[in-house]
């Protein structure tokens, strides 16, 4: 085996060495921006993440809801049936009785409250014609005029 020898300019060697560090090192802004769209890109992932685990739990939530919701149209429908069975059933007799007794106490307090406006009006009536017929001052009784002092 024999090798062969050859002279070559070490120069041309030495730069596409530094030049091949360099592409290797890379720049340091390259490298920046390539670690921030690295870290975007997790950050992405975890938002994606939450909120496909977000979505999840509100869908559930929501199945929750409507379940609930049908248990309470239940109750409704059943509360609102005993309302027309206890509407439509006989009424004991004591209810007649007090309603009988309330409808004759509202005709009484009509009644009454009728006798109370008369009363007023009389009243307002006598204390206006008190004045109306009093006779002026400095008159006697006897010397009153035609028509005052006469009903």
Do not use: C
Request: net charge negative; proline share 3%; hydrophobic share 35%.
């Amino acid at each position: 085996m024999s090798e062969e020898y050859e002279i070559v300019s070490v120069t041309p060697l030495r730069k596409l060495e530094k030049r091949l560090e360099m592409v290797e090192k890379g720049s340091p802004g390259y490298n920046a921006v390539l670690r921030d769209l690295v870290e975007m890109m997790k950050e992405n992932q975890r938002v994606v993440d939450d909120l496909i685990k977000t979505n999840s739990e509100l869908i559930a939530g929501i199945g929750q809801l409507s379940q609930h919701l049908a248990g309470l149209t239940g109750k409704f429908d059943e509360f609102m049936e005993s309302i027309e069975v206890a509407g439509t059933s006989e009424e004991p007799q004591e209810w007649a009785h007090i309603k009988e007794e309330a409808r004759k106490m509202a005709d009484l307090n009509t009644a009454f409250d009728d006798r109370l406006k008369k009363l007023e009006r009389q009243m307002k009536l006598t204390a206006l014609s008190k004045y109306y017929y009093q006779a002026p001052q400095g008159q006697g009784a006897g010397d009153q005029g035609a028509g005052q002092g006469q009903y």
